[in-house]
């Protein structure tokens, strides 16, 4: 395929549109889509390197039955008698399938379609119970449905945005970039970031809360009363368009301010200039993400914020409104199809009779669940227990984002049939599954994703399908077909089932429901291919929506009332004496879930290369670990062990540990093993933050750092973190003792020929070596190890794989570790985009350049995607501050 192909990022829920184009040679360069309303041409750092994610290293490029290549029939014909024969002998709900908001809308809905309407079954959930079910819930509640009120352009017209949970600037790039312009347009727009942590996103706060682990709902329950006793409510919305305001009113009267100070652990004056700025502003935008939704009340605190935007008429107007970010891409296009094992398709409701009679009707399908099905917590617990005993997993690593990774693996290992569809051959869970599907990844397929403004766009192909891979709901419909369902799954196209998708919508549907696409149910054909992004409704003969929710009302309980939820505070706290550090996990700026994409790109890998424990400073020195030690990280459910990271933006007591380290990428790093499988009692999403957990210094007795040509394999070591590298491989190491022959080692490890001799030495006093093995002037394999964390200049040493060695002086300058005066270590990337180190924008501060635009102009650092815009400014900040002292 040739020519500029408008697509969108598969990666984070803002859902940018991207151009992406094939030259002659094959080569694949992206930019932003200047056309698309979510990102109008801005592509954040991950979304930048696409292109560079594409290759098909380590891709699965046929079906295997038990690590035999197989053909598809084979393949198939084995899931579909597996499956067949289990239901036949356990009944429907002893198979589940465990799907994904990586896919997209068309592969959810016919995987929703055949386990719901043609197994029978409702044991369907997806890793978006782990992004944003709490969500879901707390809609549901409030509004009777599951809607997104607001739009993006809210967070640039509102004065005020309170971002509670969500580190905007790292986790939805782009619409960060967008508010961070409309605030430098408008100075007097206010930002409040409410977050344990200082994150990144909070270098743009007017006011940063950093609240206690979990306290949210103490909070919004703590500003609606303030909302009532300051005046600030719409008397005439809620009489009008709401009910259940008095219940919320006697529960947040129950909650005095005091309990509310100590339950956040806020400073008062802080705590009232909140409520003050809150009350005072009519335009309030308050976005919520993962550090609302991950939590054992994460529901609850969803419907505190939505009480307090209820309460004042803030919704569906521009600039106001409650705002729920979604992680994933396509998070949104999987509650439209109902991927959630509680839901129905098209927003249609499970427990409901007249729902489920109308699309058993719509389908014309044998059977319909008629209960809700398990959830992701529920449904692994159900393989662990033997009750499921068929599973089919798609493009999702539930061994390394499951709660209790480690229970779930061991359920998966012991499940009698597992099914994975993946793009990669090797990833924690595929090493298990009985029979590995081959995907099509970002770049092959062709279908809809949603993103967090309900905003529809085309992925688009551009490449084609290497090997024989298939698309996911491909791959179903073929296993529908075999079940003896082939009516039901005749699907040629992905514009097939789009279509369906949205007939679906508009069937029976006289605006009593908010999902209604129905103006698309002909798409077909080049319509399809045309398709240009659009928002959500869009009902069938009607001009174009309005594109909010509920300035007039309208909600889809029976009686068109939204409901205010009496919700109450609860202990949040969980730590104790055996573990008296919390953990919260969460992303990285340029990584994305399990590293299966992102973790290709040495651009990417190159801003933070290791898994990491962010600690305050005064608990570092309490637990004996410096600056870049190691630390190990315990809770009763398991371990691991990664880099300390030491910074004041960490509050005390507190730990963040990134999610995306995975078996493939570090020894002992996958941190969802720590995590306990606590849930939220309503929408049953796990808490992957506020988890009690031990830390300690983790012993060894040497460091060591190596870059390499060949992808290092079996290091043996007690620690070992691995990422691309320019030119190869970087890997850090840490080992329990001395290895007999480090020179053996690294022959083993980095796939050196036994006649290569090493140019290096050891030093018997401080214990360092020094090993460097040379092809002719290129070198193969550099080796550091010292007594302490290695300081050699990392950025440096990877150039190395791409110098030409030509003279023994440059050769022993490489084995001493220190780069030449002539070429100074840039230090660790900050701007990925242009290779930018902290090194150089410290320079650039002391010779001038006190602004990040002035650090732009000489080093270009934050002038392309801009995510790393909030750290420079932390840079020249704390630069500043440290010559003024
Ligand atoms: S913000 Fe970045 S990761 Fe998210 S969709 Fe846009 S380019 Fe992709």
Redesign the pocket.
Known sequence: MEGAVKTT?P??G???GVIATVADNGAVSVRGDPDHPA?YGR??S??SALAETLDLDGRLLHPEIGGQRASWDEALDLVAERFSRTIAEHGPDSVAFYVSGQLLTEDYYVANKLMKGFVGSANIDTNSRLCMSSSVAGHRRAFGSDTVPGCYEDLELADLVVLTGSNLAWC???LYQRLAAAKAKRPEMKVVVIDPRRTMTADIADLHLAIRPDADVALFVGLFAHLVSSNAIDQNYVAAHTAGFAEAFVAAGAVSFDEVLERTGLPAMQLREFFRLFAATEKVVTCYSQGVNQSSSGTDKVNAILNCHLATGRIGRPGMGPFSLTGQPNAMGGREVGGLANMLAAHMAIENADDRDRVQRFWRSPAIAEKPGLKAVDLFQAVAEGRVKALWIMATNPVVSMPDADAVEAAIRACPFVVVSDILKETDTARHAHVLLPSLGWGEKSGTVTNSERRISRQRPFLDAPGQARADWWQLAEVGRRLGFAEAFTYAAPAEIFSEHAALSAFENAGSRDFDIGAHARLIGQAYEALAPFQWPQPAGQARAESRFFADGGFYHADGKARFVAVRPVDADRTCADYPFTLNTGRIRDQWHTMTRTGKSARLSAHIAEPFAELHPRDAIELGVGNAGLVEIESPRGKAVVRALITERQARGSIFVPMHWTDQFAANARIDAVVPAITDRVSGQPASKNVAVAARRFKVAHYAFAVSHAKPTEADAAYWALAKADGGWRLELAFAGPVENWADWCRRVFSIPKTVEPLGYADAQTGDVRLAFFDGTRLLAAFFLACEPVAVARNWAIAQLGAEHTNMRKRFGLVAGRPGADKPDPGATICACFGVGVNQIVAAVRSGCHSVEAVGVALNAGTNCGSCRAEIRGIVDGCLATAAE
């Open positions: 990022c990666y984070c803002v859902g940018c990102n592509l954040c991950k979304g939805h790039p782009v």
